[in-house]
T-cell receptor, first 116, second 110 residues
């Protein structure tokens, strides 16, 4: 049963610490998204990769967030330094598409981050 | 104005009722539309695509109104298991940007 895998599932850290979240997309999917979900803002797009190339990271605070895909089986989202306002659930999602994306997104179970 | 807007609810309805949600979008160049369902503390999952001519999947009917820039989801004969948050998704930017609404919460009660 193919699925998107995210680690860690839960993370509690102190303000100022570095946080790294990892995502293994479904094998064969060429599109990876990072979303952040809070009660107030809902799902916000942070970054988006196609064929490992970053296409859009305009939703990501550049001073502290970075997203990479070192290879086709791993996407990372890093926060350094973390702040309490970063507390949220971070979802990775993958899909397949050529050119314009019109397909279904498959989400991981999310990484629940709490920054104290 | 947000790109995609939904009434957050909650919509509390009795079992067997018919309920409808709307979702408005601001970009007239939006290309594709979907409804996702998210259960409490779970990840979103695709419920159905929304086609220009409208489409139905069992008790669920999705409609698109491009002139007024909204999509709708109708649930007939609602079940307790339909209780969830329903998210609309709009694709813009040449297919490169998926924007989610904040979701509408549905609670189906006995």
């Amino acid at each position: 049963d193919a699925r998107v895998t995210q680690t860690p599932r839960h993370k509690v850290t102190e303000m100022g610490q570095e946080v790294t979240m990892r995502c293994q997309p479904i094998l064969g999917h060429n599109t990876v998204f990072w979303y952040r979900q809070t009660m107030m803002q809902g799902l916000e797009l942070l970054a988006y990769f196609r064929n490992r190339a970053p296409l859009d990271d305009s939703g990501m605070p550049k001073d502290r967030f970075s997203a990479e895909m070192p290879d086709a089986t791993l996407a990372t989202l890093k926060i350094q330094p973390s702040e309490p306002r970063d507390s949220a659930v971070y979802f990775c999602a993958s899909g397949s598409g050529q050119g314009s994306y019109t397909g279904e997104l498959f989400f991981g179970e999310g990484s629940r981050l709490t920054v104290l | 104005r947000k790109e995609v807007e939904q009434d957050p609810g909650p919509f509390n309805v009795p079992e067997g009722a018919t309920v409808a949600f709307n979702c408005t979008y601001s970009n007239s160049a939006s290309q594709s539309f979907f409804w996702y369902r998210q259960d409490c503390r779970k990840e979103p999952k695709l419920l159905m695509s929304v086609y220009s001519s409208g489409n139905e999947d069992g008790r669920f009917t999705a409609q698109l109104n491009r002139a007024s820039q909204y999509i709708s989801l109708l649930i007939r004969d609602s079940k307790l298991s339909d209780s969830a948050t329903y998210l609309c998704v709009v694709i813009t930017g040449g297919g490169n940007k998926l924007t989610f609404g904040t979701g509408t919460q549905l609670k189906v009660e006995l």
